[in-house]
């Protein structure tokens, strides 16, 4: 069955990462390392870092060739020190848990390292696709079958499409 697509504004967006901050502050577990995933993780990880006292910190992961997401976990293109990780409480974060593994490939990394602790957030998961029947985010927002476009994805680069044609 096809997935509807939905598109969500900055103001949307801005709303699910506060129901997800709050749901995270519930649980009264301070991290010490908020962990982005690029791109997507990355709006959140910096809403999050003005809330939660922890060190925030990035990743990028991506797939290459013709690879699919649902075939292949993707290849680490640029991680933090290890150090960063040791013995310390790290909330992994991004933006969907679609497959699952942009997530479950930085989990693994993070286990590498190790921390005492490691809990994933999303805004949305989508259990109907997640490849991982063991695994599932700690904490979401909502669960989809949807296809979901953030701000900073198609919409962004119309604009920055139109914008560049008027520049020519």
């Known amino acids: 069955m096809p997935e509807n697509k939905v598109y969500l504004s900055w103001e949307q967006t801005e709303e699910l990462t506060i129901q997800l901050i709050l749901k995270i502050l519930e649980r009264g577990i301070n991290y ?4 982005g995933i690029a791109r ?5 990880l910096q809403l999050m870092t003005q809330v939660f006292p922890a060190v925030a910190n990035s ?7 013709e690879a699919t997401e649902s075939e292949v976990m993707p290849q680490i293109i640029a991680w933090p020190d290890r150090q960063d990780f040791f013995q310390k409480r790290v ?3 991004d933006e969907v ?4 593994h942009s997530i479950v490939r930085a989990e693994q990394a993070v286990w590498d390292c190790n921390p005492l602790q490691v809990d994933t957030a999303v805004l ?3 259990p109907t696709r997640n ?6 985010p700690t904490y979401y927002v909502a669960e989809t079958a949807d296809w979901i476009e953030y ?4 919409q962004f680069m119309d604009k920055f499409k139109a914008a560049r044609l008027q520049h020519s």
């Open 97 to 100: 848990w679609d497959y699952g």
């Open 32 to 35: 010490d390392v908020v962990f």
């Open 131 to 136: 490849k991982y029947t063991l695994k599932r």
């Open 59 to 65: 990743a990028h992961l991506a797939r290459y060739g």
């Open 40 to 44: 997507g993780g990355l709006f959140q």
């Open 124 to 126: 949305h998961f989508k």
């Open 151 to 154: 701000p900073w994805m198609a």
């Open 91 to 93: 909330l992994i974060v």
